[in-house]
C-alpha cells in the first residue's frame, strides 16, 4: 500500500509541474505574439457634437482586440490629408509633420494596449469641426474610418419687434424675429402665451457670416394685442437656447385717430404763428416808441443848449434873472454827457478815449471780437460746448457732472414694499402676508421723464461700512409692461446696473460682460437722449463702469431699487 500511495504522490507531483510550464511558457508567447494580418476600425454611426471651448473624444476602437503599440496611428482632417493632427509612430507621438494649430491640444487616451486608439482634442474651436480621418498600419495591413465632429455654438438673445404690417387692415402687425451667432444652424419657434407652437403663415430665413456662424430669422404676421405675450425661441437644443417676448402691437397717442390728428395739428400750427407774431409786433411797437421819446428829448436838450433858451422848468427851480443870463452866455460851452451826445446822433470823442475798456456786452454790440485776459480757460456751458460742435467724452467724468439735474422719486408709482422720504430716499418694508404686488421687480420710477438732451444723477448705494444685499439702477422707456413675468432686459425697456452680493455687479445684457468694482459708494448715471446711451461711473474714483450704446425710445424714465428683503436705503443725491 505504501508503494501504491508512493506511485501516485509522483504521478500527481509530475503532473502539476507540466501544467505550471504550459502556463509558463504560454504567457510569453501570447506577449510576443505577433500584430493580427488583418483588422477592422470601429468609429460612431453619427456625428460627434460638442460645445466651443470644450475637450472631446473622437472614439475609434481596432477589432478584434489586440496591442497596437507597435503600429502606426495617424488622425487627419479631411481637408488636409498630408498633415495629420496627430501621428504615433516608434512608440510615440510625433512632433512633425503635424498642423501647428493642433500641437498640445490632442492626445491618444483611450489605451493603445487594449486597441483604443481614440483621439481626444482639447479647447476645440468652431475652425475644428468637419470630417476626422482614424488610420492604423501595420506592415502587412493598413485600415482607416471617419468621424465627423459638430462644435455648437450659442447665439445671442433674439431681437424682436413690431411693424404695421402691409395694407393696415385685419387689425394685424408684422412681428420679426431675429438672432446671430450660431452653429449649427439653429431651429426658430414662435409660441403664445399658453406656449401652443405658432406654424401659420411664417418665414424662416439663415444666412452664414465669412466665419461659418449662421444668423436666423423669421417674421410672421399676427393679431394685435395689448396683453398677450408672443414668444420666439431660438435653439440647438434644450440646453442650448435663447428666448425673447414681446407684446404685438404699436403704440400710438390716444389722440391720433386718422384725420382728427391731421387738422388738430394744422389748428395747433396756425394758432401758434399768430401768437407769435402778435408777440413780435408788440415789443417792436415799444422799442420804437422808447427809440422815439428819446431821440425827442435829447434834440430838445440839444436846441435848449445851442439857443440859449431857458429851460421850462427854471421858475421852478429858483434862478433869477442874473442867473439866467449866466447860463445863457456860457450856453455854447455846455458840454453833454456822452449819453447825450450819442442820443443826439453825435459823434462822441472823448480825450484818452482810445484808452477807454468797453465792457463786453459794448463790445458785441459794437461787432467786436471779445477777448478777455484768460478767456483760454473759460469754461463753456454744455450747451455751448454742443452748439460748438465738441463731442463730449464718455470716459471723463467730469465732462459728464456738468449736466446734472435734479430727481425727485415718485411715491405713487412705486412697488408697495418700497418707501420713499421727500423724494429722494427709498428703502424696503417687510411685504405684508396679504399684500399681491402688481409686479415683482421692486422698483420706483422718478417723477421727471426725459426725451431730449442730456441729464446726469447720482444714487448713493453705500452708507457708512453697511454693505447691502442688494439693488439696482437705471432708466426704463414709458409704457413697460410690468407685470411678474417680463424679465428686466432691454428688449422689454429696461436699462440697468445691478448688485448682488452673491453675483456682484453686472448689467442686464446677455451675455453679461465682467465688471469689477473694488469700492463703490456713490453711482453716477448719464443719459444721453440725443445719442441714445446710458453709462455708468464709479463716483468714487471717477472712472467709467460701462455704457449702453443703443437705448432708443421716446421717453425716458429714472428708477432705483433699494433691494428686496434688505432694509438699507439708497437715495439720490
Request: glycine fraction near 6%.
Amino acid at each position: 500500500m505504501f508503494t501504491t500511495f508512493g506511485n501516485r504522490g509522483t504521478m500527481h507531483l509530475g503532473l502539476c509541474l507540466r501544467v505550471l510550464i504550459l502556463v509558463a511558457l504560454t504567457v510569453p508567447i501570447r506577449a510576443a505574439q505577433p500584430a493580427q494580418e488583418t483588422f477592422t476600425l470601429t468609429v460612431p454611426n453619427g456625428p460627434t457634437s460638442t460645445l466651443s471651448g470644450s475637450s472631446v473624444s473622437l472614439l475609434c476602437q481596432v477589432s478584434p482586440l489586440f496591442n497596437v503599440e507597435p503600429l502606426e496611428v495617424r488622425w487627419y482632417h479631411s481637408s488636409n490629408i498630408h498633415s495629420p493632427a496627430l501621428l504615433y509612430k516608434d512608440h510615440k507621438i510625433q512632433e512633425t509633420p503635424v498642423v501647428p494649430r493642433y500641437r498640445g491640444r490632442v492626445s491618444l487616451t483611450g489605451g493603445m494596449e487594449r486597441g483604443n486608439v481614440s483621439l481626444t482634442l482639447e479647447r476645440v474651436t468652431l475652425e475644428d469641426r468637419g470630417e476626422y480621418v482614424c488610420q492604423v498600419s501595420s506592415e502587412q495591413w493598413y485600415e482607416k474610418a471617419s468621424v465627423f465632429l459638430t462644435v455648437n455654438v450659442t447665439g445671442r438673445e433674439p431681437v424682436l419687434s413690431v411693424a404695421e404690417a402691409r395694407g393696415g387692415g385685419g387689425g394685424q402687425v408684422n412681428v420679426t424675429c431675429s438672432s446671430e451667432g450660431w452653429s449649427p444652424q439653429p431651429k426658430l419657434t414662435w409660441r403664445n402665451k399658453d406656449g401652443a407652437e405658432i406654424r401659420n403663415e411664417q418665414e424662416v430665413l439663415n444666412t452664414s457670416d465669412p466665419q461659418g456662424l449662421v444668423s436666423v430669422s423669421s417674421w410672421l404676421l399676427y393679431a394685435c394685442s395689448y396683453s398677450d405675450w408672443l414668444a420666439c425661441t431660438v435653439s440647438l437644443s434644450e440646453e442650448a437656447k435663447r428666448e425673447g417676448r414681446i407684446l404685438p402691437h404699436i403704440y400710438t397717442a390716444p389722440t391720433a385717430v386718422p384725420g382728427v390728428y391731421k387738422e388738430a395739428l394744422i389748428v395747433t400750427l396756425i394758432l401758434s404763428l399768430v401768437i407769435i407774431c402778435a408777440l413780435c409786433s408788440v415789443i417792436l411797437c415799444k422799442r420804437r416808441g422808447s427809440m422815439w421819446s428819446s431821440s425827442q428829448k435829447s434834440r430838445n436838450r440839444s436846441d435848449q443848449a445851442e439857443l440859449g433858451q431857458r429851460p421850462a422848468d427854471q421858475t421852478e427851480l429858483g434862478k433869477g434873472p442874473a442867473e439866467t443870463e449866466h447860463l445863457i452866455k456860457g450856453a455854447e460851452n455846455t458840454v453833454q454827457t456822452p449819453t447825450e451826445q450819442r442820443a443826439a446822433g453825435k459823434d462822441v470823442h472823448l480825450k484818452g478815449s482810445e484808452n477807454t475798456v468797453q465792457t463786453p456786452t459794448e463790445q458785441r454790440a459794437a461787432g467786436k471780437d471779445v477777448h478777455l485776459e484768460g478767456a483760454e480757460n473759460t469754461v463753456q456751458t454744455p450747451t455751448e460746448q454742443r452748439a460748438a460742435g465738441e463731442e463730449l467724452n464718455l470716459n471723463d467724468w467730469h465732462h459728464v457732472k456738468i449736466f446734472k439735474v435734479n430727481i425727485l422719486l415718485d411715491e405713487k408709482n412705486a412697488h408697495p414694499a418700497i418707501r420713499i422720504n421727500k423724494g429722494k430716499r427709498a428703502h424696503y418694508v417687510k411685504e405684508k402676508d396679504t399684500e399681491k404686488p402688481s409686479r415683482t421687480h421692486l422698483h420706483v420710477f422718478s417723477e421727471e421723464r426725459f426725451s431730449s438732451g442730456q441729464h446726469y444723477w447720482e444714487v448713493k448705494v453705500k452708507d457708512g461700512t453697511t454693505e447691502k444685499l442688494s439693488w439696482y439702477v437705471g432708466v426704463a422707456r414709458e409704457n413697460v409692461d410690468k407685470r411678474p413675468a417680463v424679465p428686466l432686459t432691454p428688449q422689454n425697456g429696461f436699462w440697468i446696473l445691478s448688485y448682488d452680493k452673491e453675483q456682484g455687479f453686472h448689467v442686464n445684457t446677455d451675455p453679461q460682460p465682467p465688471i469689477t468694482v473694488a469700492k463703490l459708494t456713490i453711482v453716477g448715471v448719464f443719459l444721453d437722449c440725443d445719442r441714445h446711451t446710458l453709462s455708468f461711473y464709479n463716483v468714487d474714483t471717477k472712472s467709467l463702469l460701462y455704457t449702453f450704446t443703443d437705448v432708443k425710445t421716446s421717453n425716458y424714465f429714472p428708477l432705483l431699487s433699494p433691494g428686496r428683503c434688505d432694509k438699507i436705503p439708497i437715495k439720490i443725491n
